[in-house]
């Protein structure tokens, strides 16, 4: 059960639609579901936001679809990171809503109508053999619930690519800035714009020593520009997650105020001058 779902059974409750025993008895699943392999977290929803995600990286196909198809009949949505079309294939079978994002190696079973996301959040890449990991954490913010602009292959070897996408980085809420080899795109956009930057260092495209991630995690962790947090390599679901729930927050509008000179200043009555006798 998600959060919206709980919500609603509480409000017809309330307002005296529901019993009480009727309304028990469609909470009373257990919040963990043992399925001998696995121990399927079914209230994860309630406490984060959003259900479990499998990471499909190690699991057979006939696990991946034994967890996700509980998840289904909890009435959640599912988010499978990590597989290829095999394990996609197993889903589809039993989930014909099924969604497979093969760049990003992730499948989506979404539940119930879809929603009109959160804008909010924006993924860049330095370059094109990025973007394996760009999409893998675009589908996450994604399928958490938030619009997701994507402005790829803008690294630091031809700058003028960034600069000519600078309202999308002004419209921003929260940057995530994926890149290898020197991995300073992110201290770069942290520089230009006032949003969080999420930086994720890959392994792909570098030479020799540090070429694999490691330069650019070093790079991205000794950031002289404020507000650049990282992840670690390869990580562009850790970094879709966080990115969805710093988005997840109660204005739904254009970015808030996050300065107090910023903020709408109150009126105060004037001072009448004193009197000169």
């Given at each position: ?172 809420r929260v940057a995530i800035v994926v890149a ?13 714009g006032d949003c969080p930057v999420i930086g ?78």
């Amino acid at each position: 059960m998600e959060r919206d779902q709980m919500r609603r059974l509480l409000e017809k409750v309330s307002r005296g639609k529901l019993g009480v025993v009727e309304a028990m008895e469609q909470m009373r699943h257990a919040p963990i579901d043992d399925l001998g392999y696995a121990q399927v977290d079914l209230n994860r929803a309630v406490r984060r936001g959003f259900p479990e995600v499998i990471f499909g990286q190690g699991k057979t196909p006939e696990q991946i679809r034994g967890i996700a198809g509980r998840l289904v009949e909890a009435g959640q949505s599912v988010l499978v990171t990590r597989v290829g079309r095999e394990a996609f294939e197993a889903l589809a079978e039993a989930h014909p809503r099924a969604e497979f994002h093969e760049a990003a190696r992730a499948v989506v079973i979404p539940h119930g109508r879809r929603r009109k996301g959160r804008p909010g959040v924006t993924v860049f890449s330095a370059g094109t053999a990025d973007q394996p990991v760009a999409e893998e954490a675009a589908v996450t913010a994604e399928a958490l619930g938030n619009q997701v602009q994507r402005i790829y292959d803008v690294g630091v070897a031809g700058l003028h690519r960034l600069l000519r996408r600078r309202k999308v980085l002004d419209s921003t809420r929260v940057a995530i800035v994926v890149a290898g080899m020197d991995g300073a795109l992110p201290a770069v956009v942290a520089g230009l714009g006032d949003c969080p930057v999420i930086g994720v260092p890959t392994s792909a495209g570098g030479y020799g020593a540090g070429g694999q991630g490691p330069a650019a995690l070093l790079t991205m962790l000794n950031a002289c520009a404020s507000g650049v947090t990282v992840v670690n390599i390869d990580n562009g679901f850790g970094a879709g997650y966080a990115a969805a729930m710093i988005n997840r927050g109660p204005s739904r509008g254009p970015k808030a105020a996050t300065t107090p000179t910023m903020a709408k200043k109150r009126k105060t009555p004037s001072k009448r001058p004193k009197s000169g006798r």
